[in-house]
């Protein structure tokens, strides 16, 4: 989908949904920049206010690095949307029915990347 001239058109959609509440407390407003860590690493993305969101938890979808050295899709790398969500997760921990790569419940930590900036 992301390769197609036709679906690459539009707004970013590899934000970090994050509940208002959430966000007002770290200094977030809606499309500021949020470096989100865990144990593996961190990414830096633009927030998206969603107060269907529960709140102490965040998504990140679309989330898929096209930026990466190496991507092979053309039109996907020329947008250069969206960090990598597996910078944040665990190759190790495999989901235990299906055997696949398990990206739920990952611990982060969320802050304003303006906010650190400034320290």
Known sequence: MFNAP???????????????????ARGLADGARARVTSAQGSIEVPVELDAAMMPGVVSLPHGFGHDRDGARL???????????????????????????ADLNGVRVRVQNVEARAAD
Do not use: F, W, Y
């Not at 039109?75 to 055997?99: C, F, K, P, Q």
């Open 74 to 100: 053309r039109v996907a790398r020329e947008h250069a949307r969206g960090a990598s969500l597996n910078d944040l997760t665990d190759d190790a921990r495999l989901d235990a029915l299906s055997g696949v």
């Open 6 to 24: 036709r679906l690459a058109k539009g707004r970013d959609r590899c934000t970090l949904q994050i509940h208002p509440d959430d966000a007002r």
